[in-house]
């Protein structure tokens, strides 16, 4: 064995930096298919497999929809294309060449419509291919270059492995060049990270809290404030039966002062409260057990420590940053928490409202309005002032109004005194207490209408951004494209035509770590990252190569290659946990191991309807492990003896498929 940069890496020990973003589409339906569902509608979601990058269920689907009478041409079209899709002619079963000879008389060739023209051009494709004729093989490019460009496109990414002889590698040079100018179409680069995110849960927040003050306290109030009235009515009223200037002129006084320092004094104790209580947002928290981990409230914790660390106003310290807002940070993580802990809303659907939270902040401080409400709330010393000296004016005017009451009337005017400074207290605290609730409650519902409506407004920005999402079909074609660049680099490499190749095959995994991932209902995992490895298995041996595909980005790193013989394979493996997730295992006789994890557990995530079962061959057909696992199980069994014996097979199934063809199409 030799081997060229080949070192496979370590999955399970890759650090755990959590998903960034994960979504599950529960309202595309492009893969559901209802009970007693009309063969129009199986069609339609066999079609929907195809172009998901699922042939064999597509294929079952499609044939369930021929054999039940429905023989239209795009059923028939579609149905030879999932077939004969991702394999080698040798590659194809025994079971679907005694299909294709069962649909001889069915086959709908003679009709006129777009479908049947595709039909034909797949029928001159495979006369193609033991034909040895220059003008029948131009003949098929042509028909094959003036189909419709849906069919064409179809045609070529399905059947370029298929194909053999020198139609197989022209046919494989049209199906990378396709690649190169499919793999970035649709504008791949702005639309396949929208993919990753679900669609946004509402926004909320925590409702300002009611009045603190219940109607026994405006009850009490009213009282204490009726007996107290009454008091300072009796004294004002003696002094006025007195006719003296002083006196009544130290009642105007009285009135006027305490009305003043009343309104003024509100106001500054609101003020006062108010500060207070926005000072304790942006105190330092105190250190309290971290959240447990999996948990809702964990998962908040790590959005509010990603985002903050990534946005850092310009100029800023990062540490200092951190220091200075994680008080205001604790306070909108809280709030989070308790607003959704008890609803079904996962964090990733949340994520866009945290990163707006944290991004108001950064503006904030940008603009110099984070600790705005501290000069908002600051009482000008004018109104202090006021405040204070009218307060002294009052004292003061009003001891001069009891004494000239009790020189007046002494008994009665000593028990109005007593009452009024009894009730005089409790009558200032319980309407302040009225008057700033009542303030805080319009001060909380303000800014909370306020903070709903900017939430709002980012809510419906990042809907209108996510809105043009690709569809899965559009994340299935572009892995599709990449996944033959990479093929086509492989041999490239290994200086290999596609005639060279006796059997290849795929396999498409998540790559670990991985951030993204997003999947449509029924349909399999689709990631931000994946492991591909490529086996093309050649007279000389296997050639394999792996890399990690940046799928947003549509770029190959860490390419990995490696040749080896035929006997040099001891063993291949998948192993199958409870939960459908399956690990692929390449054991060669020096001890060498490539491990991947092919597809993960397909009871995550589950929505309502969906079954385990189903949704573990979606993504087991989606992978190609079921056709890398029927070449590598035959090398591993049979070693060097291989090469022999699948020429042998490969020969008796050309001759029984290219018969049961000639059958089929006449």
């Not at 899709?85 to 590659?91: A, E, Y």
């Not at 866009?352 to 904030?364: M, N, P, S």
Request: hydrophobic share 40%.
């Amino acid at each position: 064995m030799t081997a060229q940069e080949f070192t496979m890496p370590a999955h399970d020990d890759a650090p755990n930096i959590g998903l960034q973003a994960e979504s599950v589409h529960g309202d595309v339906t492009v893969y559901f298919l209802p009970p007693g569902a009309r063969p129009e509608d199986k069609l339609r979601v066999g079609l929907n497999y195809l172009d998901g990058g699922m042939p064999r269920k597509a294929g079952e689907l499609i044939y369930d929809v021929l054999m039940d009478g429905h023989n239209s041409s795009e059923a028939w079209f579609h149905w030879l294309l999932a077939v004969m899709s991702g394999r080698t002619l040798r590659q194809l079963s025994e079971e679907d060449i005694t299909k294709l000879r069962s649909a001889r008389s069915r086959l709908p060739l003679h009709r006129q419509d777009v479908w049947a023209d595709g039909l034909r051009v797949i029928s001159r494709l495979l006369d193609a291919l033991d034909s040895q004729q220059p003008e029948l093989r131009r003949l098929v490019h042509k028909e094959l270059a003036s189909l419709d460009p849906l069919l064409r496109e179809r045609i070529v990414r399905h059947l370029q492995l298929f194909l053999s002889g020198p139609v197989e590698d022209e046919m494989w040079t049209i199906s990378v060049a396709e690649a190169r100018s499919a793999g970035s179409a649709n504008r791949r680069a702005d639309r396949v990270w929208r993919f990753f995110y679900p669609a946004p849960a509402a926004p909320r927040a925590r409702q300002p809290a009611p009045i603190a003050t219940t109607t026994r306290d405006i009850a009490l109030t009213v009282v204490v404030t009726a007996v107290a009235a009454s008091a300072t009515g009796w004294l004002g009223w003696v002094v006025l039966t007195t006719g003296r200037f002083g006196p009544i002129a130290a009642l105007l006084l009285t009135s006027g002062a305490a009305y003043l320092s009343g309104v003024h004094g509100i106001r500054w104790r609101f003020n006062v409260d108010r500060r207070r209580t926005k000072d304790a947002v942006h105190q330092p928290p105190r250190q309290r057990k971290a959240a447990p981990s999996g948990g809702f409230a964990n998962r908040v914790d790590r959005l509010f420590t990603q985002y903050s660390g990534r946005y850092v106003p310009r100029g800023v310290d990062r540490t200092e940053w951190l220091k200075l807002t994680a008080g205001i940070r604790r306070h909108l993580r809280d709030e989070i928490v308790e607003v959704y802990r008890e609803s079904r809303v996962s964090d990733k659907e949340i994520a866009w409202l945290i990163r707006h939270r944290v991004g108001d902040v950064k503006t904030r401080w940008t603009n110099g309005t984070l600790w705005a409400y501290r000069d908002q709330l600051r009482t000008p010393a004018r109104t202090r002032a006021v405040v204070v000296l009218n307060c002294l004016v009052a004292v003061v005017c009003g001891l001069l109004v009891i004494a000239a009451a009790l020189r007046q009337e002494a008994i009665t005017g000593a028990v109005a005194t007593v009452v009024l400074l009894a009730t005089a207290w409790p009558t200032v605290r319980g309407w302040s207490r009225i008057v700033l609730e009542s303030r805080r409650l319009a001060a909380d519902q303000q800014e909370y209408d306020q903070r709903m409506a900017d939430s709002w407004a980012a809510h419906e920005r990042w809907k209108r951004k996510l809105a043009d999402k690709p569809t899965d079909a559009e994340m299935a074609a572009w892995l599709d494209c990449d996944s033959r660049l990479l093929i086509d680099k492989a041999m490239e490499h290994y200086n290999l035509r596609p005639t060279d190749v006796i059997a290849y095959a795929l396999i498409e995994a998540p790559a670990k770590p991985y951030v993204k991932r997003g999947r449509v209902r029924n349909g399999p995992w689709r990631y931000g990252r994946y492991e591909l490895l490529v086996f093309l298995l050649t007279p000389d041996g296997v050639r394999q190569v792996s890399a990690q595909l940046d799928f947003e980005q549509a770029s190959f790193h860490n390419l990995r290659r490696a040749n080896y013989r035929f006997e040099a394979v001891a063993a291949v493996r998948v192993a199958e946990s409870d939960n459908h997730a399956r690990t692929f295992e390449l054991a060669l006789v020096n001890g060498e191991l490539t491990t991947v994890k092919v597809t993960e557990a397909s009871t995550d995530k589950l929505q309502d309807g969906e079954n385990p079962q189903a949704l573990s061959e979606a993504a087991l057909d989606a992978s190609g492990l079921t056709t890398t696992l029927h070449v590598l199980e035959g090398v591993a069994a049979e070693g060097k003896e291989w090469l022999q014996r699948e020429r042998q097979r490969g020969r008796k199934r050309e001759e029984n498929f290219l018969s049961a063809m000639r059958d089929l199409f006449g």
